[in-house]
């Protein structure tokens, strides 16, 4: 498995490395990790394995909503 915004062999991709400055930027700014994964999944931004960002999360853990969060 390869980490989003890198090839296996280490070369940038650089739409994925855009999408991770960004979040960066907006998380250094005070804006909510939720937000900003809301954010994503609306520009229809994806994983690496394709999933909306928060999907392994929602496996292993619950859908948030569903519990009141």
Request: glycine share 14%; net charge negative.
């Amino acid at each position: 498995m390869r980490s989003y915004g890198w090839t296996t062999s280490g070369e940038i991709v650089d739409n994925e490395a855009e999408v991770v400055r960004r979040v960066a930027a907006q998380l250094d700014d005070g804006e909510p990790l939720r937000a900003v994964a809301r954010q994503l999944n609306d520009r229809g931004e994806v994983t690496v394995q394709g999933e909306d960002v928060g999907a392994a999360h929602r496996e292993a853990h619950g859908d948030l909503a569903a519990h009141g969060g």
